[in-house]
């Protein structure tokens, strides 16, 4: 069992792991350590079996690494068997909300207290197999920030395949990424990828379509999956609206956030137009001596012409808003410096070395 290597100021650091196996990886990885952070719900029969399946696998990847599992206020004996784990393994880290919050909130605390230059993730309840994250790492050192994984054949029932199979559909038809399994809840990230994001409601199956909006190269590789043994799916038919909903929530972040006003405007200038070319219709058949006061058409143009004016005026205060709130927070993902001394994750630094022609 590995001990906790602990730097000069006391901060806790990933503990070292075991030297590579040159038969399973590549000799040289674009990382240094990897985190893996498993969101958990009730998943107390799967816990042990998972842990020891994750720690072969991870150990064989040759990078010193660390295991973090968010409870999602699980109400059986999951804190139980996590803090025996923790006890046994100090590799492996344990959180515990207070009630369940969702797999977003689950994600977005392991996120934030990864320390790998690598974040995996997946799903506590076995269907997800530990034995394919080599190959979503394997993909993630040929110039990948997010590998999803695309579970084939994949073990579910048919009234959760259908609808997943619509899902990914629409969404590709909506974003232009062509993901075949948005909500695979295995993937490997960047660190710098995860810490430019912030997920909450049921955001977390729009990670790619985020990640990609901010220009993040985002692949895919299948992976194997397996039956669910344990426990009992947290899949329910409520997740269809909420996930539309969501949906309209990433096209607008992905493609209006910085200019509501195209949007918001937009519908406001289109029903303006319509509103104005039903009212001058109808005013020209007034001159002509024809009755326009009870028409339907009438009050149609009028409220078209209202609510053009509304939008747009909304629109504008949108406008506002976003202008104050980009002030010192329009961050955009940086590849590559030259030149500068500012020190940001995730840049690749190059020191540009100039002569100077005529001086001693």
């Not at 042990?48 to 399946?53: A, F, I, N, V």
């Amino acid at each position: 069992m590995a001990e906790d290597a602990q730097q000069p100021g006391g901060e806790t650091t990933i503990p070292a792991g075991p030297a590579p196996d040159p038969d399973r990886r590549p000799s040289e990885r674009s990382f240094g350590s990897l985190t893996v952070v498993i969101p958990t719900y009730n998943e107390a029969e799967s816990l042990s079996t998972l842990h020891s399946e994750l720690v072969a696998e991870l150990e064989a990847v040759g990078v010193p690494f660390e295991i973090i599992l968010v409870d999602d206020g699980s109400t059986d004996v999951t804190p139980r068997l996590a803090s025996e784990i923790c006890r046994k393994d100090q590799r492996v880290r344990y959180l515990r909300f207070r009630r369940n919050f969702g797999k977003a909130a689950a994600l977005n605390e392991g996120f934030g207290r990864a320390q790998g230059e690598v974040v995996v993730t997946m799903d506590a309840d076995l269907q997800d197999n530990p034995a394919e994250i080599h190959n979503l790492l394997d993909a993630l050192d040929e110039g990948y920030d997010l590998i999803s994984g695309w579970k084939w054949p994949r073990r579910d029932p048919l009234g959760k395949r259908l609808p997943s199979k619509l899902f990914n559909f629409a969404v590709r038809a909506g974003t232009g990424l062509a993901l075949h399994d948005m909500n695979c809840g295995l993937k490997a990230y960047r660190k710098e990828m995860v810490d430019s994001l912030s997920i909450y409601g049921d955001m977390h199956r729009y990670i790619p379509v985020l990640a990609q909006a901010r220009g993040f190269k985002v692949g895919e590789v299948k992976v194997s999956h397996r039956p669910r043994l344990y426990g009992k799916s947290k899949y329910s038919v409520g997740r269809f609206s909420r996930g539309f909903l969501d949906f309209l929530t990433v096209l607008f972040l992905t493609r209006y956030r910085t200019r509501p006003l195209h949007l918001i405007g937009g519908m406001g200038l289109a029903m303006g137009l319509i509103g104005a070319l039903i009212l001058l219709i109808l005013t020209i058949g007034w001159f002509a001596g024809t009755p326009i006061g009870a028409r339907p058409l009438f009050f149609m143009g009028i409220l078209l012409t209202i609510l053009a004016v509304q939008l747009i005026t909304f629109g504008l205060m949108a406008e506002m808003v976003t202008s104050f709130f980009l002030v010192g927070h329009n961050q955009y993902p940086v590849l590559q410096e030259i030149g500068f001394d500012t020190d940001r994750p995730g840049v690749e630094k190059e020191t540009a070395q100039r002569e100077q022609a005529g001086t001693d």
